[in-house]
């Protein structure tokens, strides 16, 4: 009787994953989640202390600079990268020439939030980001 071999070659690791998609892409769109999720965490703590405020552009600029930081990243790694990426990035940085050039007391952090959970939200339904 033969014995069988084991093809360890295609072994998945335990960790669930989207369809066609590497480990390390998976991460780094988690990555990318949890930046967007951190920039409205810091904002917040800064809110608490009244001796800091922080421009009206700076939540924006700091979406866009994750949102096309990653875009950039994962293109340049021939990953695909989701249409919804580019155009919240976009949209961001919109935010941020319209808050400079056009109306500078208007703080965008609300429009921010619905872009960034926008962005979290399709990514989670789509299963790419």
């Known amino acids: 009787m033969a014995k069988r071999r084991r093809n360890t070659q295609y072994r998945q ?11 390390r892409e998976a991460q780094i769109e ?5 930046f967007l999720v951190l920039i409205f ?18 939540v924006p600029m700091a979406g866009s600079v994750v949102l096309l930081g990653s875009g950039i990243y994962q293109y340049s790694r021939r990953y695909r990268v989701s249409p919804v ?12 020439v319209l808050n400079l050039y056009a109306n500078f007391n208007r703080s965008f952090v609300g429009e921010s939030l619905l872009v960034f959970a926008g962005v979290i939200l399709a990514g989670l339904l789509t299963g790419e980001t």
């Open 85 to 96: 990426t580019w155009l919240g990035g976009a949209l961001l940085l919109f935010f941020v």
């Open 30 to 34: 988690r990555m990318t989640w949890f």
């Open 41 to 58: 965490a810091l904002v917040q703590l800064l809110a608490d202390n009244s001796s800091v405020t922080l421009p009206g552009w700076f």
């Open 13 to 23: 690791s335990s960790a669930p994953r989207t369809p066609g998609k590497s480990t």
